[in-house]
């Protein structure tokens, strides 16, 4: 009974820029994917390494595969993490990946910050309950949370809401619809997450591709 077992590693991504960007990451760490998840309709994807494999799930659905040790680690972005809450999850690097912000956008013919400086009372539609509940709080705006899983544009154009708590990138989505960036609440990137009970038990296996997302992550941001 000497000789130890390899312990199997899988990792959560989801399809799309997280998968896309996370590449180099892996790259760096000598481990490459076999199938591609835009073609493959399969949702475990095996590499180049037996011992590792890969899982396709949805972005939002990433730290709660990792929570419970469905998948030892993942990539999620900081909007995910924040409204998921972290639990049961070890968040050591991040990334400098998937980079956007959050923000409040709003109609250009609306005046959001009159609006606020006169009190009004703000419908909100949003897929961030939490953070913007949190951004409105400490700014002492009163508002009504409107929850949607997509698409938060459109709620402004056709009377659902106010404004809207949405990732913004190149903001030429937010311009395609009328709408101006109001209020810049936070940076967002992707973050490494690691099952805690992995991290323990899977150190050996785990750290060294710890370490080569985190040179190659420092690499991408400089
Ligand atoms: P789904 O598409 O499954 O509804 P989603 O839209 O959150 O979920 P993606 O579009 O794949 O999923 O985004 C994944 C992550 O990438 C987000 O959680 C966020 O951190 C980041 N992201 C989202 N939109 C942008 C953007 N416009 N530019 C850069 N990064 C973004
Ligand atoms: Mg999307």
């Keep these: ?29 000598g481990i490459t994917v076999n199938e591609d ?10 590499t180049n390494d037996p ?29 995910v993490l924040l409204e998921h809450g972290g639990e049961g999850l ?30 009004a009372r703000l419908r909100i539609a949003t897929k961030y309950l939490l953070t913007a509940r949190e951004h409105f709080a400490a700014k002492g705006v009163h508002v009504d949370l409107i929850k949607l899983y997509g ?13 809207i708590v949405d990732l913004v990138s190149t903001g030429s989505t937010l311009r395609a619809n009328n709408l101006v960036e109001v209020e810049h609440i936070m940076d967002i990137s992707s973050r490494l997450v690691v099952n805690q009970a992995a991290l323990k038990l899977k150190r050996e296996r785990l750290q060294p591709i710890l370490d080569a997302f985190e040179r190659a992550s420092q690499r991408i941001s400089a």
């Design 90 to 119: 070890y968040q050591p690097i991040d990334l400098n990946i998937a980079k956007c912000r959050m923000s409040v956008a709003a109609p250009a013919d609306f005046d959001y910050l009159t609006a606020v400086r006169q009190g």
């Design 1 to 29: 009974m000497t000789h130890s077992v390899t312990q199997q590693l899988t990792l959560a991504l989801s399809k799309g820029r997280i998968f896309e960007e996370t590449l180099p990451l892996l790259q760096a760490a």
């Design 51 to 79: 011992s590792v494999r890969v899982i396709i799930i949805r972005a939002s659905d990433v730290p709660t595969y990792v929570q419970y040790g469905a998948a030892d680690f993942g990539v999620a972005g900081k909007d």
């Design 151 to 163: 698409s938060m544009e459109l709620a402004p154009l056709v009377g659902l809401s106010d404004a």
């Design 37 to 46: 998840p835009e073609t493959s309709r399969k949702l475990i994807l095996g």
